[in-house]
């Protein structure tokens, strides 16, 4: 049944709440994707010709582990429903902390599904005027996005076993 109010729209949904975190228009992209992550892409996101620094991390799955008991193989990422709201989020967060008032524009993707080694699981893309800015931003959202986005790694060892992890996420 659709409501007779305003409150909600024709699908009964409620209505969109005005998020300034994620309207930032700072944060020019932050997506979870099941396709393959671009580094450059995210570095043309958010090239601008007043832009004299850009910052690029790129986090890929690596063959071992401290924790696992053999060689990593693979690793399935999954995620919440809300995880592409969740880094929009931090991402805006983060610019907030880190470059109040200043220019510094931010892309982010996080890859969902199998991936194998060598592949990208994240992705920052940060520019700014000057490279502290971006250096400091892009370090600060790498470490809260493994800490508050919604994204479970399930990590496939060689000999069969599998570990999940980051199910603590907030």
């Known amino acids: 049944m659709i409501p007779d109010d305003a409150s909600h729209d024709r699908t009964g949904a409620p209505p969109r709440v005005h998020d300034p975190r994620v309207d930032d228009p700072?944060?020019?992209h932050a997506r979870i994707s099941d396709e393959p992550l671009e580094p450059a892409a995210l570095e043309r996101l958010v090239t601008e010709p007043h832009v004299g620094a850009v910052t690029t991390f790129t986090g890929?799955?690596?063959d071992h582990d401290p924790q696992a008991a053999g060689e990593v193989v693979a690793l399935d990422y999954s995620c919440h429903p809300d995880a592409e709201r969740a880094l929009h989020?931090?991402?805006a967060d983060v610019l907030a902390e880190h470059d109040p008032h200043g220019g510094t524009r931010v892309a982010v993707a996080h890859r969902?599904?199998?991936l194998e080694v060598?592949?990208?699981a994240?992705?920052?893309a940060v520019a700014?005027?000057?490279r502290a800015v971006t250096f400091a931003v892009c370090e600060a959202l790498v470490e809260q996005v493994k800490a508050r986005v919604p994204v479970w790694k399930?990590?496939?060892e060689a000999d069969g076993r599998s570990t999940w992890s980051n199910l603590g996420v907030s």
């Open 26 to 28: 700072r944060v020019v």
């Open 60 to 62: 890929r799955v690596r």
């Open 89 to 91: 989020e931090v991402a």
């Open 112 to 114: 969902i599904g199998r």
């Open 118 to 120: 060598g592949d990208p």
């Open 122 to 124: 994240i992705v920052v």
């Open 128 to 130: 700014a005027a000057h």
């Open 154 to 156: 399930h990590q496939r």
